[in-house]
């Protein structure tokens, strides 16, 4: 029981983290992407031994954070090619 309340926790904080990162630091949203798919995971995890709102959220979130996390990414990366196409 514990350790399912661990990895309800954890999935919580992971796919939280990876909203945080996708707002504010979009230039490390590979680190965000790789939270929000460890939040996905756990929260599978937790799903197959017993149902729970918080790692239903957990869910949510890590799914909210690979979508934030890649249109970050894709931004970055165009935005990176915009100035070198401009600067060359």
Same mark, same amino acid.
């Given at each position: 029981?514990?350790?399912? +309340? ?9 796919? /939280? ?5 996708? $707002?504010?630091?979009?230039? /490390? ?14 929260? +599978?995890?937790?799903? +197959? ?14 799914? $909210?954070?690979? &979508? ?8 970055? &990366? ?7 196409? /401009?600067?060359?």
């Amino acid at each position: 029981m514990d350790k399912v +309340r661990s990895y309800e926790i954890a999935s919580l904080s992971c796919g /939280i983290l990876s909203l945080v990162i996708g $707002i504010i630091f979009p230039y /490390i949203s590979f680190l965000g992407l790789i939270l929000a798919i460890v939040a996905i995971a756990l929260s +599978r995890v937790v799903k +197959r031994n017993e149902e729970s709102s918080m790692a239903q959220a957990g869910f949510v979130t890590g799914v $909210i954070g690979v &979508v934030l996390n890649v249109l970050s990414f894709m931004a970055c &990366v165009a935005c990176v090619g915009l100035m070198g196409y /401009i600067f060359s």
